[in-house]
C-alpha cells in the first residue's frame, strides 16, 4: 500500500518532472530559434548600416577640408526621436522641481515650444539636415534659429517655427544618413556642391532619399560651384522624376527660374567662425578708423594684384589698412579672425576684388560689420551668365543683391574708378558716413528677414499646397 503509493507519488514526480522539462525544452528551443532569428536579422542589419557607413567614411575621406569636418562616425542613441515625444510633460514636472535650473539635453526648452499639445499643433514639420557649413548661416542667421550641442558637440539640433511650418534642424558630425529619423515627411537639406568630392556626398544624400519610407517633399539649399555648373542635381529634381521640388541655389546661375531654382546668398563664412553679428552691436555712430580695407590672398596676374598695386600708388594708401596675403590660410586662428573682424568694424569700405567668384563671403561679412562692400561687378568665368531675354531677372553677377538694391559700391575697373573713389570718399562728412552705415546695417538686417519669409514662402507653396505648379 504504502510502497505503491510512493510509486504512484514517484511516477507522478516522474511525470510532472517529464512535462516540466518539456515545456523548458520548448521554451529553449523556441527562445533559441527566435533568438537566432533576431540575431540573423541585427547582424543583417548592422551589415547593411556597416555598409553604407563604409561608403561615408570613404567619401568623408577624400571630402574633408581641414577647416570644416562635417562627417564622422560617431551617433546618437536611436531612442532621442521617442524621448522627443515625452519630453515636455517631463519638462514641466522637472522644473518645478529643479527651480530655474537647465533642462538635462534630452529635454525640450520651453524657448523651442512645440510639440506641448499635440492636438493643437496644424503646423507642418520640416526636416533641416544640414550638411554643408552654409547651413549654420541659414539656421543661425537667417531663421535665427537656437543651437544646442548634443553629445559634446557630435550633433547640434534645435527648432522653430515660422509661420506654420515647425522647422527642426540638425547638424554635425553626428548627422549620418543611418542616424536620421526615417520618419521624415518634409526635407530640407543643406548640401555642399563645390567639387567632384563634395558633390559625391551630396550625392548619396539625395540617393538615401527614396529610401525614407514617409517623405513627401524635398527640398535642397546648395552651396553650387563657383562656375556655377550644377548640373548634376538634375536627375534628382521632381520635374526631372526625382524627389528635389526645388533648390535655394548659392551664386548666380542660369538656372534661377524661381520656379525650380531660387537664389540664394552665400553668406557670411561660418565654417570659420565668422560671428552672428546683432544689427544692434554694430558701432553705427563711432568713428572709423580706416576709410578702407584690403585682405586677403593675392592671386599673380587677379585683379586683386591690380587694385592692390593702384591702392599702394594712391594718395590716400595711409587711410586704409592694406594687409596682403600671398597664400589662402584655411583655417582661420583666432587671432586672426579677431583682427580681421576688428578692421572691418573700423573701415567704411572694404574693398572685394573678385576671387573664384565675384560673390564673396566678404561681401556679407562686411555687411554685417556696417562696412560698404566695393564689389567687384565682372562676371565669373562659367556658366555663372543668367538668361537672357528675361526682362525680370536683373543681370549677373550678383543678381540677389540687386534685385535686393543692396546699398553696395560696384566697380567694373579697379584701374579706372579707384582713385575717384577713394578721392568722394575722403570728402563724406562724419554725418553722411553714419547714415551710410545705418542704411547698410538695416538693410542686410531685412535682407536676412526676406530671404527667410522667400524660403518659408515658397516651401509653403511647393510643400504643402495641393495646387498643380
Ligand atoms: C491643447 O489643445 C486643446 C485644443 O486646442 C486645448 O483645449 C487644450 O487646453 C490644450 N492643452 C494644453 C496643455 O495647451
Ligand atoms: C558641367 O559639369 C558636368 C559634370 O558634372 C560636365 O559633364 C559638363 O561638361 C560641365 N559643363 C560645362 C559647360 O562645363
Ligand atoms: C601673368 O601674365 C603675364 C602676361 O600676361 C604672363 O606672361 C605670365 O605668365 C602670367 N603669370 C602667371 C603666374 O599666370
Ligand atoms: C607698395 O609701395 C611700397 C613703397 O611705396 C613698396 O615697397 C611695396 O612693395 C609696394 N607694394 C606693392 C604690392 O606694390
Ligand atoms: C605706381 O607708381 C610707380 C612709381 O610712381 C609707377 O612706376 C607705377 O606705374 C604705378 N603703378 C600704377 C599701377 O599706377
Ligand atoms: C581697365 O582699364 C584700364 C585703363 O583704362 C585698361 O588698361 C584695362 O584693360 C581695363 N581692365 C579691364 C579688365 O577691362
Not at 3 to 29: C, E
Amino acid at each position: 500500500m504504502l510502497k505503491g503509493h510512493m510509486s504512484h507519488m514517484h511516477w507522478q514526480k516522474l511525470t510532472f518532472r517529464k512535462v516540466a522539462y518539456s515545456i523548458l525544452g520548448i521554451y529553449v528551443l523556441i527562445t533559441c530559434y527566435t533568438g537566432f532569428h533576431l540575431l540573423s536579422r541585427k547582424l543583417q542589419n548592422e551589415f547593411k548600416q556597416k555598409i553604407i557607413q563604409e561608403r561615408i567614411k570613404t567619401l568623408s575621406e577624400i571630402a574633408d577640408d581641414p577647416d570644416w569636418n562635417p562627417w564622422g562616425e560617431e551617433f546618437e542613441s536611436e531612442q532621442r526621436p521617442l524621448l522627443h515625444h515625452n519630453a515636455p510633460a517631463l519638462w514641466e514636472a522637472q522644473q518645478m522641481e529643479m527651480g530655474a535650473q537647465r533642462a538635462p539635453v534630452a529635454q525640450r526648452s520651453p524657448l523651442e515650444r512645440r510639440v506641448s499639445n499635440r492636438t493643437e499643433s496644424t503646423e507642418h514639420i520640416v526636416e533641416i539636415w544640414g550638411k554643408a557649413a552654409i547651413g549654420l548661416y541659414l539656421w543661425e542667421h537667417i531663421i535665427e534659429g537656437i543651437l544646442e550641442e548634443r553629445m559634446n558637440g557630435v550633433w547640434s539640433y534645435g527648432e522653430k517655427s515660422l509661420s506654420s511650418i515647425s522647422f527642426r534642424f540638425r547638424t554635425g558630425p553626428g548627422v549620418v544618413p543611418s542616424k536620421v529619423p526615417r520618419s521624415t515627411e518634409n526635407l530640407l537639406l543643406v548640401l555642399n556642391g563645390r567639387e567632384t568630392a563634395k558633390v559625391e556626398v551630396s550625392k548619396m544624400w539625395l540617393e538615401l532619399l527614396v529610401t525614407l519610407p514617409h517623405l513627401h517633399n524635398a527640398a535642397v539649399v546648395l552651396l553650387g560651384n563657383e562656375q556655377c555648373n550644377n548640373s548634376w542635381i538634375h536627375p534628382y529634381m521632381a520635374h526631372n522624376g526625382g524627389l528635389v521640388k526645388v533648390v535655394f541655389l548659392v551664386y548666380d546661375s542660369p538656372e534661377i527660374d524661381n520656379i525650380h531654382f531660387y537664389q540664394w546668398p552665400l553668406g557670411v563664412a561660418t565654417y570659420r567662425s565668422f560671428p552672428n553679428v546683432k544689427s544692434s552691436d554694430v558701432q553705427i555712430d563711432q568713428r572709423r578708423q580706416y576709410l578702407f580695407n584690403f585682405l586677403g590672398t593675392v592671386y599673380k596676374n587677379s585683379s586683386r594684384e591690380t587694385l592692390l598695386c593702384q591702392i599702394n600708388n594712391s594718395s590716400y594708401t595711409n587711410l586704409g589698412f592694406i594687409k596682403p596675403r600671398r597664400e589662402w590660410m584655411p583655417s582661420e586662428t583666432e587671432e586672426s579672425r579677431e583682427e580681421y573682424v576688428q578692421v572691418l568694424s573700423n573701415s567704411e569700405l572694404t574693398f572685394n576684388p573678385v576671387g573664384l567668384n565675384t560673390e564673396c563671403y566678404r561681401i556679407y561679412e562686411a555687411m554685417s560689420l556696417g562696412s560698404v562692400p566695393v564689389i567687384e561687378d565682372v562676371l565669373t568665368p562659367g556658366l555663372c551668365q543668367a538668361r537672357s531675354g528675361d526682362s525680370h531677372f536683373f543681370t549677373s553677377p550678383l543678381r540677389l543683391l540687386k534685385e535686393f538694391n543692396a546699398p553696395v559700391i560696384y566697380v567694373k575697373n579697379w584701374t579706372q574708378e579707384i582713385d575717384l573713389l577713394l578721392h568722394k570718399e575722403a570728402t563724406l562728412s562724419d554725418l553722411e558716413r553714419r547714415m551710410r552705415r545705418k542704411t547698410l546695417v538695416e538693410w542686410y538686417s531685412g535682407f536676412k528677414m526676406r530671404m527667410r519669409d522667400r524660403l518659408v514662402n515658397v516651401l509653403l507653396s511647393t510643400f504643402f499646397t495641393s495646387s498643380v505648379r
